[in-house]
Nanobody, 123 residues
Framework: QVQLVESGGGLVQAGDSLRLSCAVS??????YAWFRQAPGKDREFVAA????????YYADSVKGRFTIARDNGKNTVYLQINSLKPADTAVYYC??????????????????WGQGTQVTVSS
């Protein structure tokens, strides 16, 4: 059974850092990504990483502050978020794609999703 389980969210202050984790079980995938959904907004792409070569992709809005990483041995994907802003407040979702040819920056490119972890940034 495939499971993606996020953790690491919480209530933080602007300027703080967080590291989100996504523990994957059941199989490995071609690519992993993080998306987020703020209240009243559509879910948006944040970052993605390929499992084999480690190629990284970022939304323009998070470049320089977010870093995606993977630990193949632990089958875990991470999202390091620095200099948090109130605008980063959202539920953060981990996603996994079974095919390297699927779209990278849209949720249509991912087959499995975690349940999400809440990140709330106070000003």
């Amino acid at each position: 059974q495939v499971q993606l389980v996020e953790s690491g969210g919480g209530l933080v202050q602007a300027g703080d850092s967080l590291r989100l984790s996504c523990a994957v079980s059941g199989r490995t995938f071609s690519r992993y990504a993080w998306f987020r959904q703020a209240p009243g907004k559509d879910r948006e792409f944040v970052a993605a990483i390929s499992w084999s070569g480690g190629a990284e992709y970022y939304a323009d809005s998070v470049k320089g502050r977010f870093t995606i990483a993977r630990d193949n041995g632990k089958n875990t994907v991470y999202l390091q978020i620095n200099s948090l802003k109130p605008a980063d407040t959202a539920v953060y979702y981990c996603a996994a794609s079974t095919s390297p040819t699927m779209p990278i920056m849209t949720d249509h490119g991912y087959d499995y999703w975690g349940q999400g972890t809440q990140v709330t940034v106070s000003s």
